[in-house]
């Protein structure tokens, strides 16, 4: 799949545009503050409905806008196109249209067009918060598992209603157990699909790794489902309902699941460099790519933010390498194209642009 065409009005800094990418290596360079990151903004918001830089999608909107239009015609593998129309207002109103029909829910999109971004902030998937990892994760399971929606619904139901009554009602011990079996049941069934994902997940990665660099033998990737591993979900709820009732929700389950990544006994995000931190990043997400091309139709759209940063010449070139044998499209931001015009090669289609006062401006090639 690639995103063939895109119009972009009212974003940030950039200027009204019409675009035609490469289906396979897109670069964008400019001076800071020119209008990069927007454009990737732009791309992210027509996949996900949502910008990657704020949670406030109407930050996004040109300060002299009323909204944002974003128009994107979607390539698929099988000679099939799509058009995706995205306008959000500054009231919050926001229209997603897909073939000309109105769709209600970003998954929707997301499930249209699979993004995997890599910037600055990706860092955070190894030192920040659970949660982060978890929806990493479920990014994953969501594309190769039809049934993991429905499951992960099934567990936030179940659980709202578990903390609803720890927090207010006093139920009698049948309906308690009543609810603390629906919970396991269901967290069960998610359990079984992110462990799954993670068993096809882990070995994709180590390869990518390897290929990136030498971390891949010190380096462990694994899967802490939510709760004890040595006892049941239902055990550890029966035994924990007046801890929780103290604390007001349920403290263990699918919800507290995680990814742990360490390096030689360490947290990896203690130990490793900026550089091989970032490396490791663009691993786990490249291999997420790779599982969801091969069961999807098409592959996924990298998103790759300031990709020469806090790496050398060597390991830039294994990771443009890497992202050219994916046969994916992806798109790169760069202050200067040098570092970036001689890691193709020359059968691979690049097209750069050139991002200068929020006007973008396509270059015939990478040696022009
Ligand atoms: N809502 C907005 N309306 C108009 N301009 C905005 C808005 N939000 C941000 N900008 C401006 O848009 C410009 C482009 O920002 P952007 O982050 O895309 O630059 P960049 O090319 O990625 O720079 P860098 O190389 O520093 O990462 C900035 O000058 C910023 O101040
Ligand atoms: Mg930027």
Redesign the pocket.
């Given at each position: 799949m690639s995103l063939q065409r895109l119009d972009v009005t009212g974003v940030?800094?950039l200027h009204p545009v019409t675009l035609h990418f490469s289906p396979r290596i897109n670069i964008l360079y400019?001076?800071?503050?020119?209008?990069?990151?927007?454009?990737l903004?732009a791309v992210h918001m027509l996949g996900l409905a949502r910008s990657f830089?704020s949670s406030r999608i109407q930050?996004?909107?040109?300060?002299?806008a009323e909204g944002c239009v974003l128009f994107g015609q979607v390539q698929l593998a099988a000679q099939e196109q799509r058009a995706i129309g995205i306008s959000r207002q500054r009231s919050g109103d926001t229209t997603i249209r897909i073939n000309g029909q109105s769709v209600r829910s970003a998954a929707e999109l997301a499930d249209c067009v699979p993004l995997q971004l890599i910037n600055p902030d990706s860092f955070r998937l190894l030192e920040g918060s659970p949660k982060l990892r978890r929806q990493f994760l479920d990014w994953g399971v969501f594309h190769v598992e039809r049934r993991f929606l429905s499951a992960w619904h099934r567990v936030q139901q179940a659980l709202r209603q578990r903390n609803s009554w720890l927090r207010h009602g006093r139920l009698d011990a049948v309906s308690q157990a009543a609810w603390n079996r629906e919970v396991e049941l269901a967290s069960n069934e998610l359990d079984d699909y992110r462990r799954a994902y993670i068993a096809r997940l882990k070995p994709v990665f180590e390869r990518t790794l390897s290929q990136l660099c030498t971390l891949d033998d010190e380096l462990q990737l694994s899967y802490y489902r939510g709760w004890d591993k040595d006892r049941s979900l239902g055990e550890v709820l029966d035994a924990s309902v007046e801890r929780d009732r103290l604390v007001g929700y349920t403290q263990a389950g699918p919800q507290r699941a995680d990814l742990r990544l360490r390096s030689k006994g360490h947290n990896a995000a203690d130990v490793l460099s900026r550089g091989q931190q970032k490396l490791v990043v663009c691993a786990l997400r490249i291999a997420q790519g790779h599982l969801v091309s091969e069961v999807k139709h098409g592959q996924c759209i990298y998103l790759v933010?300031?990709l020469p940063s806090e790496l050398d010449g060597l390991h830039r070139q294994s990771l443009c390498r890497l992202l050219e044998q994916l046969d994916c499209q992806v798109f790169i931001?760069c202050?200067d194209r040098e570092p970036l015009s001689e890691c193709w090669q020359s059968t691979t289609p690049v097209s750069m642009f050139h991002?200068e006062h929020?006007r973008i401006v396509q270059m015939h090639g990478p040696s022009e």
């Open positions: 940030r800094n400019g001076d800071n503050g020119s209008g990069k990151t927007s454009l903004e830089r930050s996004a909107i040109n300060h002299d933010d300031d931001t202050v991002v929020g």
